[in-house]
């Protein structure tokens, strides 16, 4: 059986969007250097603003009928134009390495073609190799690289 969308439940997107949360914070943490609790504020704050906005969707993963992960998506206009974009990818730690996330991405550029969006962005931290190995094995390349550098 293949991977498939299923839009979450209220119940679900209370759940993830506390998993969100979390993820998110740890890497602003972790690979943009904030603050522990700067990190938990902004994505306290974030997360809740985007879903409350209505324009985006957040999906179960499903894989065999069990939920493996989620995927959170919506439209943005950008300079670039109208696209899909990708708040959130995530596989279960237990499910991963069997291609569920090439997969899932795959199932981001059918749901943008449904869409009639020609284009898919999304961001991603720069220590997050895991994550931009995958981006860049399905066909992503970077377009706008931050860096910074502490000084004392």
């Known amino acids: 059986m293949t991977l498939r969308l299923r839009e979450l439940t209220p119940e679900e997107i209370t759940e993830v969007s506390a998993q969100i949360e979390w993820s998110y914070a740890e890497g602003m943490e972790r690979y943009a250097g904030f603050a522990r609790e700067t990190a938990r504020r902004k994505a306290a704050q974030d997360v809740p603003q985007i879903l409350s906005k209505g ?20 439209e943005r206009e950008l300079q670039t134009g109208r696209v899909l974009w990708i708040w959130d990818i995530f596989v279960d730690t237990e499910h991963r390495g069997r291609g569920l996330g090439k997969e899932a991405m795959g199932l981001v550029e059918n ?42």
């Open 55 to 74: 324009d985006s969707v957040l999906y179960a993963l499903e894989h065999d009928g069990a939920r493996v992960g989620h995927l959170w998506l919506g």
């Open 111 to 152: 749901e943008a073609r449904t869409r009639g969006l020609a284009r898919v962005e999304l961001n991603v931290f720069g220590g997050n190799e895991v994550a931009r190995n995958l981006y860049r094995s399905v066909g992503y390349s970077e377009s706008a690289v931050t860096m910074a550098k502490d000084v004392p």
